[in-house]
């Protein structure tokens, strides 16, 4: 795109899902793979990705429009790597182009509600070891 657009890319990242959020000057719009958000698939997660929305108020996302694509993971990893990836895109739109105060703002509120938000999780999953059948189980073991 062209510079003269004010648009900022984020991404936001859990476990192996990566998405992927484009944030530009629009109204409102919010697209998931070119879907609307609001038919996320499982349900029960929809509100979830709506937190950050939600949080901040719906007029906060009035002016933006935001694209977002997400590859990897699994069903909820995706939507917390898609709500990281919004929360962090209308904080560093609002950096860019509206005032630091504002976003300092957004920042606070997202921070104490879940960090998560924000700062991506960096829980991986341990490796298995030689001994057990896990990465901590041990097998057991008799003494007669």
Known sequence: GGAAMESVQCFGRKKTAV???????????IKLNGKPIELIEPEEMRF?????????GRQRFSGVDMRIRVKGGGK??????????????IVSYYQKFVDEQTKQELKEVLLQYD???LVAD????????????????RSQKSYR
């Not at 979830?48 to 949080?55: A, G, Q």
């Open 48 to 56: 979830k990705v709506f937190e950050p929305i939600l949080l901040l």
């Open 76 to 89: 909820v990893s995706q939507i917390y790597a898609i709500r990281q990836a919004i929360a962090k895109a």
């Open 19 to 29: 998405a992927v959020c484009y944030c530009k000057r629009g109204r409102g719009l």
């Open 122 to 137: 960096p829980r991986r999953c341990e490796p298995k070891k030689f001994g057990g059948r896990g990465a901590r189980a």
């Open 115 to 117: 960090r998560a938000l």
